[in-house]
């Protein structure tokens, strides 16, 4: 909004019965006569963003900032609002233009700067300076040393440490004839107190370690170092910098170094950890009780578990804060096994802590079907009490869903808790379960998806329980899942059986295998079992498509050791790319002579 049309929009407003609420800062008269007096100095100021809580009034006035009218609007400020309640000051103004004069196109020459060019803009800005309270000062000085861009435009931390040390020169100055003002001496010693500490910090900066990383650092590590620089050697600076570096994975070596730099934080590499820790804990506390997404976070905690930690009290530094989070009943269970889960795989965990894996673990599974129950420790404290709990659960089942959960329960206890008898019958009720409306999964779909994750668990049930299943399901008449089930065992009498069986139970319209299946025979090296079953031409197929040398010798050597050797001298045949005519039996029986070294390699090949 223009100038004129906010001073013929205010002139209504003043025309408007207004709350006194609404003139606590400044009721539309005063904004008439702001707005005429600002005008004529900044035409092309913006002064509805100017009067917004929503923005930084500074930004806004420095858009309008000349030589010509700093002066007009230093004497306006005490008119501005700053959006915090208050008004500007005549040294905010004076201390933002200063910056800018500091930076300004007009006094940047053509060429490299050297320092005494860079010096020399520090005392232009000399004037202004002058007319600065104490800690628009040092604002000023940080503004101009300590901000990102500094660097790029090929500045030396010499001649930064320079401008300090003519900064802080003159603040002393300025706390000897300021002795006459307590206040205003207490401020300009805070001031130079400042400076000391940022000359003291840049002398850090110049040495060998922040130089190195600056220059020949990996981009993680060279941003670091860039933070540190602009870190003004601020102790909440540089914790909240170490923190990010441990939460990035950075080696506790560098990270140590970094502390060695830091006087002025008295932290140890213990006391790092355990900030880092505690801060994402805080973090995600938050985050989970708003419902955010907390990926970020525990990324950065497995980050942090990842770092070799050798010495042991670290390790526990470690585990006291995230042991304190996750006994924390108020933070949501899923988060909780979450970060247990996280722990568990970087660290070796006690006794305690396991069982508390094994609690959290269970109510996250159970939680979705048995809303209600409140899983307690003392019902998952050892196995007896943990099959009790299991037991009770089962008999109470009255949908797939549950029976489900109670298989994914079993495999997330420890293998000694989960009894054959627990399988048995869950895998039997699992079977005789219909399909839920919303999944074209059925029974047998279900027991095959079990048996799949108890194989990929590297577990295995009994024998007894297997060939039951197998049983029931070809008197059920499903042949494709009673094969299957058997060849997701290592029982190899169960498996030719099957073979044999189910290979008579297709029907003409029903496919006698899939990929599955021929998967499974591959894995479990059964080419001599299903020959003289539908399975076999589809097998063969299966081996000379994967073109592994090694593993079609294998086959034909256990085709031979089987008594097979028509069928491994023509496997060989096709193996090596023999037309199907020329396959005769004098040809095979010249390939089985010309293999003496069968056996050695399948025997070698077994071992591997």
């Known amino acids: 909004m223009e100038s004129t049309d906010m001073a013929v929009f205010t002139k209504l407003l003043e025309m408007c019965p207004i709350h006194d ?42 858009s309008v900032l000349t030589a010509n009218n700093v002066h007009v609007l230093a004497k306006l400020a005490s008119k501005l609002p700053s959006g915090s309640g208050g008004f500007l000051t005549s040294s905010d103004v004076f201390c933002r233009w200063a910056v800018k004069l500091f930076f300004s196109e007009e006094q940047r020459q053509k060429g490299t700067m050297v320092e005494a060019d860079w010096l020399h803009r520090y005392e232009s800005c000399g004037e202004f300076l002058q007319r600065l309270v104490a800690s628009d000062f040092c604002n000023f000085i940080s503004n101009i040393v ?102 990035a994975g950075v080696h506790l070596d560098v990270v140590e170094k970094f502390l060695q730099i830091s006087p002025a934080i008295e ?74 889960t996280l722990l568990e795989k970087e660290f070796t965990i006690d006794d305690a802590d396991v069982d508390l894996l094994i609690l959290y673990r269970t109510q996250a599974i159970l939680y979705p079907c048995w809303n209600e129950l409140e899983i307690q420790q003392e019902q998952v404290s050892n196995n007896a009490e943990r099959r009790k709990l299991f037991n009770t659960l089962l008999s109470s089942c009255s949908q797939c869903s549950q029976l489900l959960a109670l298989s994914q329960l079993l495999l997330s206890w420890p293998a000694a808790a989960c009894s054959e008898e627990c399988w048995h019958s ?11 409306p919303s999944d074209d999964a059925s029974g047998p779909d279900r027991v095959l998806m079990s048996l799949k994750e108890l194989r990929m668990a590297k577990r295995e049930l009994g024998y007894d329980t297997c060939k039951q299943l197998y049983e029931k399901l070809k008197t059920e008449n499903h042949p494709l899942h009673a094969l299957k089930t058997t060849l997701l065992t290592s029982y190899k009498d169960l498996q030719t059986q099957a ?12 496919p006698v295998c899939d990929e599955e299946v021929l998967t499974l025979l591959f894995e479990n090296r059964l080419a001599a079992s299903t020959v003289g079953t539908p399975y076999y031409p589809f097998l063969v197929d299966e081996y000379l498509f994967s073109e592994d040398p090694v593993e079609d010798r294998l086959v034909a050597a256990n085709l031979m050791a089987s008594g097979y050797d028509a069928e491994a001298g023509s496997f060989l045949l096709r193996q090596q790319g023999t037309a199907p005519m020329l396959r005769t039996l004098d040809a095979v029986l010249y390939v089985l002579s010309n293999q003496s070294q069968l056996f050695k390699v399948a025997e070698h090949a077994e071992k591997m």
Not at 220 to 246: H, I, P, T, V, W
Not at 426 to 436: G, K, N, Q, R
Not at 499 to 510: I, N
Request: hydrophobic share 40%.
């Open 426 to 436: 869950l895998l039997l009720s699992i079977l005789e379960c219909s399909a839920l």
């Open 146 to 247: 300590f901000v990102p861009h500094v660097s790029a435009l090929r500045t030396t931390t010499g001649m930064r440490q320079e401008i300090v040390k003519r900064a802080l020169k003159y603040a002393r100055q300025q706390c000897s004839k300021t002795q006459s003002s307590a206040d205003c001496s207490i401020e300009w010693n805070a001031c130079a107190e400042s400076l000391e500490l940022w000359m003291s910090h840049l002398g850090v900066v110049s040495g060998d370690f922040i130089d190195d990383l600056k220059v020949s650092g990996t981009a993680q590590m060279k941003s670091f170092a860039q933070d540190f620089d602009l870190s003004k050697g601020e102790a909440k600076s540089l914790e909240n910098l170490l923190c990010r570096m441990l939460q």
């Open 21 to 62: 609420e609404e003139q606590k800062v400044m009721n539309a008269a005063a904004h008439i006569k702001l707005l005429k007096r600002i005008k004529p100095a900044a035409p092309g100021l913006d002064y509805k963003k100017l009067i917004s809580d929503s923005v930084c009034q500074l930004n806004v006035l420095e």
């Open 499 to 510: 073979l044999a069986d189910c290979s008579l139970l297709f029907r003409k319209d029903e």
């Open 267 to 340: 932290w140890t590499i213990s006391t790092a950890l355990q900030q880092a820790t505690n801060k994402l804990i805080t973090a995600m506390k938050e985050k989970a009780d708003s419902g955010c997404d907390l990926t970020a976070e525990l990324s950065h905690l497995e980050n942090i578990l990842n770092i070799k930690v050798s010495d042991a009290i670290l390790q526990k530094d470690i585990m006291a804060v995230v042991r304190s989070f996750c006994c924390d009943s108020m933070v949501p269970t899923k988060l909780r096994l979450d970060v247990l």
